[in-house]
C-alpha cells in the first residue's frame, strides 16, 4: 500500500502536476474502500447530512455527528489522510469557537485536517486554527452551508464575480491553508486560479484544470437515485446492484429456498429430536391445579373453593 499522505507530500504533488484524488465516505466499510482503490485523501463531507442521513440540505449536520463519523472513518482507512468537515454553526461564531471545534474534530476524530468554507470572511478564522497547529482545507466558490446567501446552488464566479473568487483564493492561502476546494466554478477561472496559488486547489464542478478532484462517494458510485449534477459522472450503478440483490433476496424467502442447507447449522440428529421432553405448557400446570384441588375436595369437603371466585374465574 502507499505511504499515508501529508501536507508536504500533497504540496509536492502539486508541485510535480500530478493530480490529487479525494472522495467522501462517511463510515467504516466506505473509507476502506476508498483506501483499498488508492485515493490519496478522504473528506468526511458534511454532505452526509444529505446523502445518508437524508436531510435536503448540510446545514442540520452537527459536530458530534461529524466526530461521530470521522471516527468510523479514520479506523476503515487508517493508512490516508482524512480531512473532517466542519459543520454550519461550528465556527462562524468567533474564532475561538472555530479553534475549539476544530480541536475537538483532531482529538477525539483523529483525523488529519479540517475543512471550512468561506473565503476572506473566513481569513481570521483560518489563521486561527492554523496558528493553533490545526492543517485547514478550506472550500470556497459555492458554499453549501450558506447557499441561502447564493441564491441556491448556483455557479459562483462568472463575469465580474471571477474577481470574488480569486479574492477568496488569495485570503485563504495567506491564512495558512494547505488546500482548497474550488466548487462550481467555471473551469477556465479555476485552472487560472489554481496556476497562481501556490497550494494545490481540489476541484468539484471546476474543470480539469485544478490541481486535484473532489466527488461524493454515492454520486461516484450509484448511490445518489435520481440526483445527477453536471459535473458528476457516475463510475458504477451500485443503487441497482443494491436493489436487485435485495429483491433476489426477497424472492428466495417467499419461496423457501433460502437458507439453503449450506446455510443452515448441522450437529443435530432424527434421534437427538425424538428423545426431546415437550416443555410443561400453562394448560399443563392448570390442569395439575385442578387434579390437587379435586383430590382435596374429596379428602376435605369445600376446601379448594373461594369464597369470591367460582371455578371459571380460576380458569381465565
Ligand atoms: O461535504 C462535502 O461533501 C463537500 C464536498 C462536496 C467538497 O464539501
Known amino acids: 500500500m502507499a505511504k499515508k499522505k501529508n501536507v508536504l507530500t500533497l504540496q509536492e504533488m502539486k508541485n510535480n502536476g500530478e493530480k490529487i484524488t479525494m472522495i467522501t465516505a462517511y463510515d467504516y466499510p466506505m473509507a476502506s474502500f476508498a483506501e483499498q482503490a488508492g485515493v490519496d485523501t478522504i473528506l468526511v463531507g458534511d454532505s452526509l447530512q444529505m446523502v445518508v442521513l437524508g436531510d435536503d440540505?448540510?446545514?442540520?449536520?452537527?459536530?458530534?455527528?461529524?466526530?461521530?463519523?470521522?471516527?468510523?472513518v479514520v479506523k476503515g482507512a487508517p493508512g490516508t489522510f482524512v480531512i473532517g468537515d466542519m459543520p454550519f454553526g461550528s465556527y462562524h461564531v468567533s474564532p475561538e469557537q472555530a479553534v475549539a471545534s476544530a480541536v475537538r474534530f483532531m482529538k477525539e476524530g483523529r483525523c488529519d485536517a479540517v475543512k471550512m468554507?468561506?473565503?476572506?470572511?473566513?481569513?481570521?478564522?483560518i489563521r486561527a486554527i492554523t496558528s493553533a497547529g490545526i492543517p485547514v482545507c478550506a472550500h470556497i466558490g459555492l458554499t453549501p452551508q450558506t447557499t441561502a446567501m447564493l441564491g441556491g446552488h448556483k455557479v459562483q464566479g462568472r463575469g465580474e464575480a471571477a474577481q470574488k473568487v480569486l479574492d477568496d483564493a488569495l485570503a485563504v492561502e495567506r491564512a495558512g491553508a494547505f488546500m482548497v476546494v474550488f466548487e462550481c466554478v467555471p473551469g477556465v477561472l479555476a485552472e487560472h486560479i489554481s496556476k497562481i496559488l501556490?497550494?494545490?486547489v481540489i476541484g468539484i464542478g471546476a474543470?480539469?484544470?485544478?490541481?486535484?478532484?473532489v466527488l461524493?462517494?454515492?454520486?461516484?458510485?450509484?448511490?445518489?437515485?435520481?440526483?445527477?449534477?453536471?459535473?458528476?459522472k457516475k463510475f458504477r450503478d451500485l443503487g441497482t446492484e443494491a436493489t436487485e440483490g435485495i429483491a433476489d433476496y426477497i424472492k428466495e424467502v417467499k419461496e423457501g429456498t433460502f437458507p439453503a442447507e449450506e446455510n443452515t447449522f448441522g450437529g443435530v440428529t432424527e434421534e437427538d429430536i425424538s428423545s426431546l421432553k415437550e416443555p410443561i405448557g400453562l394448560d399443563d400446570i392448570k390442569g395439575g391445579f385442578r387434579t390437587i384441588r379435586d383430590g382435596l375436595k374429596n379428602l376435605v369437603p369445600g376446601a379448594g373453593r373461594d369464597q369470591n371466585n367460582s371455578d371459571e374465574d380460576h380458569d381465565k
Open 216 to 232: 461524493v462517494f454515492h454520486d461516484v458510485l450509484g448511490l445518489s437515485g435520481d440526483f445527477k449534477a453536471k459535473f458528476v
Open 117 to 125: 468554507e468561506g473565503g476572506v470572511n473566513m481569513e481570521d478564522t
Open 207 to 213: 474543470g480539469a484544470g485544478t490541481d486535484g478532484q
Open 198 to 200: 501556490t497550494i494545490p
Open 57 to 72: 440540505s448540510t446545514v442540520g449536520a452537527t459536530l458530534d455527528t461529524m466526530i461521530h463519523h470521522t471516527k468510523a
